[in-house]
């Protein structure tokens, strides 16, 4: 048996033990969570998440009925969640007001990024929630061996690992007494992933390079590409890519003639409903790519390898396995197999 089809079978046999029972919380809990402890006493009544990510982790824990009010939306919900999330008030498509969270009275805020809520946040410092007694939880894919002092949206020391997503969704289960759900998701997810990079293996790539493009300030400036350490890196590296950006920053600014120099196989672009810089809109993006002078002269341009990716499967969220699968397919669509 292949190490990838013994990883395979692994993922599955975590999927079919994730079954048994898991032990239930014990109250009063302490949790270690982002630099800062937190403490229940018993599971939140009421939720309030800033950030899609948070949102999407309790509806997939079966926690919709505690969600108050969400904020922080790059696209649709996933579409088994889209009835619940029609009855759950959003307080606002980007960043909510400190006022307007606290006013839901929740029991928990449930946070993706530190910028939004952390030692400089946007919205508010942890230490305000806490003041007020709401606790606030940070999901750890946005702070395990991560700073988000350095660079616009942080700097990772470590790649990053879908372990530090299965971390936040078992954290937020133990937090609601949910482990049997947490446990269940992680299995899926770990069974997900194993069956994209088993596929991905089994095309014998070799040389293949690629550039994420999340977006841009402006249409005609550097954009904000994928650095080697964070999601779409991870992706990269477990399917045999070559990430052609060198940075260690989460979202670094690269000139296109450096990223045409380059000429990577691939160019994965983000689609999102979010619309706060013009390049959000990936149809912008592709006709930028087809009509400017530099970046129309790539291979991947000339020969129509180009992958649209769900924004949010970009980032560190349970959407990162559906991004792996989708950058999977489009290998095998490419013809790549060597």
Same mark, same amino acid.
């Given at each position: ?100 969270? !606290? ?164 160019? !994965? ?70």
């Amino acid at each position: 048996m292949t190490a990838s089809r013994l990883a395979l079978a692994a993922a599955s046999l975590a999927f079919l033990t994730a079954t048994a029972a898991a032990e239930p919380t014990k109250y009063p809990l302490t949790l270690e969570n982002c630099g800062e402890k937190i403490a229940f006493d018993k599971a939140p009544a009421s939720a309030v998440t800033v950030g899609q990510a948070a949102t999407e982790v309790l509806y997939s824990l079966g926690l919709g009925d505690k969600v108050s009010g969400t904020s922080v939306w790059f696209t649709e919900v996933l579409p088994q969640f889209k009835a619940i999330n029609d009855k759950i008030e959003r307080l606002a498509d980007n960043d909510p007001s400190f006022e307007s969270v !606290v006013a839901k009275r929740p029991d928990l805020v449930a946070v993706q990024f530190e910028w939004h809520v952390g030692p400089s946040g946007i919205v508010a410092t942890r230490t305000q929630f806490h003041d007020v007694g709401i606790p606030t939880y940070v999901l750890p894919t946005d702070c395990v061996a991560k700073d988000n002092t350095i660079g616009v949206d942080g700097t990772r020391s470590e790649l990053f690992s879908t372990a530090a997503i299965h971390q936040g969704v078992r954290e937020l289960a133990t937090i609601f007494d949910m482990q049997d759900k947490g446990e269940e998701l992680v299995a899926d997810l770990t069974k997900r992933e194993a069956a994209a990079v088993e596929r991905a293996k089994a095309l014998n790539l070799k040389d293949v390079s690629a550039v994420f493009w999340f977006s841009s300030a402006e249409m005609d400036i550097d954009p904000y590409v994928a650095g080697r350490k964070g999601a779409p890196a991870y992706m990269m590296d477990k399917l045999g890519i070559r990430n052609i950006a060198g940075s260690d920053e989460e979202w670094p600014v690269v000139g296109w003639e450096t990223i045409a120099k380059a000429n990577p196989t691939i160019i !994965v672009i983000a689609r999102m409903d979010r619309r706060r810089f013009p390049a959000d809109d990936y149809e912008k993006k592709l006709e930028f790519l087809k009509t400017d002078p530099v970046a129309s002269q790539m291979d991947a341009v000339k020969n129509n390898r180009i992958v649209v990716m769900d924004a949010h499967a970009m980032d560190a969220t349970i959407r990162t396995v559906s991004g792996i699968e989708a950058l999977a397919d489009s290998l095998e669509k490419f013809g790549l197999a060597k």
